[in-house]
């Protein structure tokens, strides 16, 4: 196989800045008072909106995208509400580490926990699909905190630093961390030992379309493969934030479709079933998914979307 094409110095650079930036930002919130670290987190998110063209510019197209019958009003209202919502949320991750075991778990409504002990019951695991919507870390942490055995499959960073820095806090917290790059032997480990698993499904992959918000878009097809395979449940959860800054989390078991005896077939009305749920929690609070993403990227670079 090739070697790898090095990355340009400016890019490296920017990488590198962006670790120590971040290491700053993680210490600034560690050292704030509890009352500051929501403001400053949604001051932060608004600064990010103004310097980033980038981000800024994928957020607005791609909302325009899912909802082609808001105003422009509507758009850049909602915007400006991401922004400020991950700011928070990152705020929050690295500012709460002062509270305690039982403040972790006061902090969200836990729904669904029933359904989870007797699906663990069955000693296959349980695969908890998510999003990059509400507060996903503040979830993990929760499971962890109630005493439930959890691991997180997270794509690693393009910087080492920032990776180390995330997955610490993670770790600290009771989350045992593993790269998605090594993902299907440590996935299926932890389902042997009979763990909850946790796995983001939101982002662009190369592997299967599927649609989400009426376009297909390239969706990894991991967690219905490792259905099909092991019979493990699969289940979906995702963070809502609520008005007075708590959080609800509602752990569904996925009704997964009859199957065709097409393995292909099956993957792909898992993953279109998967999709549907996720995008109906976005649905429901939009300014709390991860709109900076390039979500439809795959289906740009085939055509099937116009290149913006």
């Known amino acids: 196989?090739?070697?790898?094409?090095?990355?340009?110095?400016?890019?490296?650079?920017?990488?590198?800045?962006?670790?120590?930036?971040?290491?700053?930002?993680?210490?600034?919130?560690?050292?704030?008072?509890?009352?500051?670290?929501?403001?400053?987190?949604?001051?932060?998110?608004?600064?990010?909106?103004?310097?980033?063209?980038?981000?800024?510019?994928?957020?607005?197209?791609?909302?325009?995208?899912?909802?082609?019958?808001?105003?422009?009003?509507?758009?850049?209202?909602?915007?400006?509400?991401?922004?400020?919502?991950?700011?928070?949320?990152?705020?929050?991750?690295?500012?709460?580490?002062?509270?305690?075991?039982?403040?972790?778990?006061?902090?969200?409504?836990?729904?669904?926990?029933?359904?989870?002990?007797?699906?663990?019951?069955?000693?296959?695991?349980?695969?908890?699909?998510?999003?990059?919507?509400?507060?996903?870390?503040?979830?993990?942490?929760?499971?962890?905190?109630?005493?439930?055995?959890?691991?997180?499959?997270a794509r690693d960073t393009n910087e080492e630093r920032t990776t180390k820095i995330v997955n610490d806090v993670r770790k600290g917290r009771g989350i045992e961390v593993f790269s998605r790059g090594k993902a299907a032997r440590e996935l299926l480990r932890r389902l042997r030992a009979n763990q909850v698993v946790g796995i983001l499904t939101d982002q662009n992959t190369r592997e299967i379309l599927v649609p989400f918000f009426g376009i297909p878009a390239g969706t990894n097809e991991g967690p219905a493969v490792i259905h099909l395979l092991t019979g493990t449940p699969l289940f979906t959860a995702f963070a809502v934030e609520l008005p007075d800054g708590r959080y609800r989390v509602d752990a569904e078991r996925l009704e997964i479709p009859e199957s065709t005896g097409d393995r292909e077939a099956d993957v792909i009305a898992i993953m279109t079933r998967i999709n549907q749920k996720i995008e109906e929690a976005i649905r429901a609070n939009p300014e709390q998914w991860l709109w900076m993403h390039d979500r439809w990227r795959w289906a740009r670079e085939k055509g099937i979307l116009k290149d913006d």
């Open 1 to 153: 196989m090739a070697d790898e094409k090095p990355l340009p110095l400016k890019k490296r650079i920017e990488r590198r800045v962006g670790g120590w930036a971040l290491a700053i930002v993680a210490r600034v919130f560690q050292l704030l008072p509890e009352r500051k670290i929501d403001p400053t987190g949604r001051s932060l998110g608004r600064l990010i909106m103004r310097l980033s063209g980038k981000y800024r510019s994928r957020t607005i197209k791609n909302l325009r995208l899912a909802f082609p019958e808001w105003t422009e009003e509507q758009v850049q209202k909602t915007a400006k509400g991401v922004f400020e919502h991950f700011g928070k949320t990152l705020a929050r991750f690295f500012g709460g580490g002062k509270e305690t075991t039982d403040e972790v778990i006061a902090s969200v409504d836990m729904l669904g926990l029933a359904l989870v002990d007797e699906a663990l019951a069955q000693g296959k695991g349980i695969l908890a699909i998510t999003a990059h919507f509400g507060n996903w870390e503040r979830m993990a942490e929760v499971f962890a905190a109630r005493g439930y055995k959890i691991s997180v499959v």
